[in-house]
């Protein structure tokens, strides 16, 4: 009996390896320049002729996806569509916008305007739930940031100015370095539940 038949009737499964899409990229270029088969096979440790022939064959509809792709595609192995793509790119653009006026965006704020777009576009029911924000955060490569303090609003233009006043005021109350100290953003946060912003 051969290794196949074996492994077929001892009842193992063969672990299938899913190809990463930044991957198949690269296998497409490197079959464009006139690599062949057995040599992308062994440059990225396929053991399998038909997965680099699958991954050829499927260029143009490889290409056109990760062109509609949004986010980062380094560590996506699959291409998976939202139940609803017009909800999902309203949410998107709506997300941009807060973005570019330096709007912080949680969670919640994802989820309440995910329902507005879906009720809008689609009717009544319910949508925008926690796991459908998770889904629509890692499909566009949004990162999760804490945002503390007034970052997001500093106004560059008056430091110079602030910087002379507090080192006059220092003088005028004979204040060495040592005695100042800033308290703002020192961590104490009692009784507060842990929140992420979606920058």
């Known amino acids: 009996m051969g290794p196949k038949i074996q492994k077929y009737f001892s009842g193992e499964k063969s672990k299938r390896s899913v190809v990463l899409l930044i991957d198949k990229v690269k296998i497409l270029k490197d079959a464009d320049q006139g690599m062949s088969i057995n040599s992308i096979m ?11 022939s699958t991954i050829k ?6 290409l056109s996806q990760i ?10 192995k699959r291409f998976k569509k939202a139940q609803h793509p017009e909800v999902d790119e309203a949410l ?10 330096n709007v912080p965006v949680n969670h919640e704020m994802l989820e309440v305007q995910a329902q507005k777009f879906y009720s809008q576009m689609v009717g009544e029911g319910q949508y925008g739930s ?9 499909r566009y490569g949004i990162r999760l940031l804490k945002i503390t303090g007034e970052k997001l609003f500093s106004n560059i233009g008056i430091i110079d100015k602030y910087v002379e ?3 006059m005021e220092m003088r005028s109350l004979n204040l060495k370095p040592y005695q100042i100290f800033n308290a703002d953003e020192s961590g104490l946060y009692f009784k507060s539940h842990f929140n992420d912003d979606v920058c």
């Open 92 to 101: 998107y653009i709506w997300f941009l916008q807060k973005r570019e006026g």
């Open 57 to 62: 064959r499927a260029k143009e509809n490889i």
């Open 130 to 138: 926690r796991g459908y924000v998770d889904k629509f955060i890692k």
């Open 67 to 76: 062109a509609e792709v949004q986010g980062n595609i380094s560590n996506r």
């Open 42 to 52: 062994r440059k990225y440790n396929r053991k399998s002729r038909s997965t680099v």
């Open 165 to 167: 006043e507090f080192s």
